[in-house]
């Protein structure tokens, strides 16, 4: 007797489990997940148009294949297990493209796309034969390695060769000096759940670009620090890390330039703390507490009150410019730092618009400039 009660409740647990789950199924496909901000990417849904030829030629069945694991039920607590399965209990090196070393949670490429890159550098050196070539004072050159390019050559991961992109960029800008910071950097100095670095470790990128560019920085900085930092990597990599320490560095020059956005001509601060405190998502993230904002701002200029010349730098950047700019404004009286993610370049020639003042014009005539993109940035075909 006892052993039938106890295979009636295994069966109506078991029962009820199958059940819950289909009711759960039957309430995603009726409330499905457009976006997953952990892994920054739209979900699949459910297939728009279902015909019996797309089911012989299986169109439809791999959409719904996609769309069934895309939404199925408590899938970011699943995800999580697995990840940590595949790492604590496997032993594995990698989980879906991520691999974590001494704590730094980074995405594997193993190679970059020619082509993609080709079309980056190729808007670039028309931006230079166009508009600054025979009218800027100097013209520089630097290309950004991310955490892969030290993982490869530390651990022996496969990584892409970033020779390729470089080489791409010094031919697409031949009379620039090209400046090599990839042996002023290691993995040390870049978040361990983010893509960026640390502001705090970047000097001696500074103290490199200075030396070749001939400005000069006090190299004296006071540390703030702003816990509970979650990089992109943080939920992307569903291993669950510990948020970190965002570092950003200040002194009486630093405290005392001014940012303004050329879009509206309103002032903004060069370190938006506020933003830090929002919730996380990939618009508002806490690394754009840099240059009050995301990287996304066409054209901001930064005025040094306390600059001893009357220098101007133009630096064509990315997000990871957003960090560094603060601290080369200190060699020069003015920085103009564009984004050719948000704005055509065609754009910065142009004084006037339909007839009005063209806020996004920029005058090259006796100006340096600075061409400083991440690998990364390079291999996205990302500007306008």
Known sequence: MQEKIKNIVVTLV???????????C????????????????????????ITWEGIVDKTVIDQFEDYSVDQFPFREFFRSIKAKVQYNVLGLKE????????????????????????????????????????????????VIPDKNYYLGKDYGYPSPDYSKVVEALKNALPES?????????????F???????DQSKILGVVDKLASVMGFETSGEYTENKLEGFEGIYFNQSAMNPPSETLTYLTNDIISGLKVQDMTDNKFLEVYALNLFNEEFNYETDGYNVFLSGKAGRPLLRIINPKATNNKTLIVFRDSYGSSIAPLIAEGYRMIYVVDLRSINYELLSQKTVGGKRNPYYLDFTNADVLFLYSAIVLNSNSFK
């Open 177 to 189: 000096t090209y400046i090599d910071i990839f042996g002023d950097l290691e993995l040390e100095d």
């Open 14 to 24: 078991f029962t009820l489990f199958i059940a819950g789950f289909a009711v759960l």
């Open 95 to 142: 989980n879906n493209g991520y691999v974590v070393e001494g704590g730094y949670i980074c995405q594997i490429s193993k190679d970059f796309n020619d082509q993609t890159v080709a079309l980056s550098v190729d808007k670039v050196k028309d931006l230079y034969l166009t508009q600054i070539a025979g009218k800027a004072n100097k013209v520089y050159s630097a």
């Open 26 to 49: 039957v309430t995603c496909y009726f409330n499905p997940v457009a976006h997953s901000d952990s892994e920054n990417r739209d979900l699949a849904q459910f297939p728009e148009k």
């Open 191 to 197: 978040y361990k759940t983010d893509t960026h670095w």
